[in-house]
Nanobody, 122 residues
């Protein structure tokens, strides 16, 4: 059974950095597409970044140049390094995985973590 467990959320001041981690269980991690999504209060969930099995990455315009998605296949772990954070980045962040979907659209992913809260204060 596929299971994704996020960690690393927290509170930070604007301009600061955080790194989220997502450990994967129950499937061939390296062959799956992985992504990070976020959902702010009162807003729809949106794709933040994605990476495929070859290591290619894609980013939402709002985070490009500030966030970096990466994988450690030896540890079955996905990361999201977030720099230059702003209050607009405040949201619940979710890790997602799928054997086929590799974009930043919610419908592409069948497996989801429970979420990690990120709060950025001004």
């Amino acid at each position: 059974q596929v299971q994704l467990v996020e960690s690393g959320g927290g509170s930070v001041q604007a301009g600061g950095s955080l790194r989220l981690s997502c450990v994967a269980y129950g499937y061939t991690y390296s062959s799956y597409c992985m992504a990070w999504f976020r959902q702010a209060p009162g807003k729809e969930r949106e794709g933040v970044a994605a990476t495929n099995s070859d290591g290619r990455t894609s980013y939402a315009v709002s985070v490009k140049g500030r966030f970096t998605i990466s994988k450690d296949n030896a540890k079955d772990t996905l990361y999201l390094q977030m720099n230059s954070l702003t209050p607009e980045d405040t949201a619940m962040y979710y890790c997602a995985a799928d054997p086929v979907g590799c974009g930043t659209w919610e419908y592409e992913y069948n497996y989801w973590g429970q979420g990690a809260q990120v709060t950025v204060s001004s």
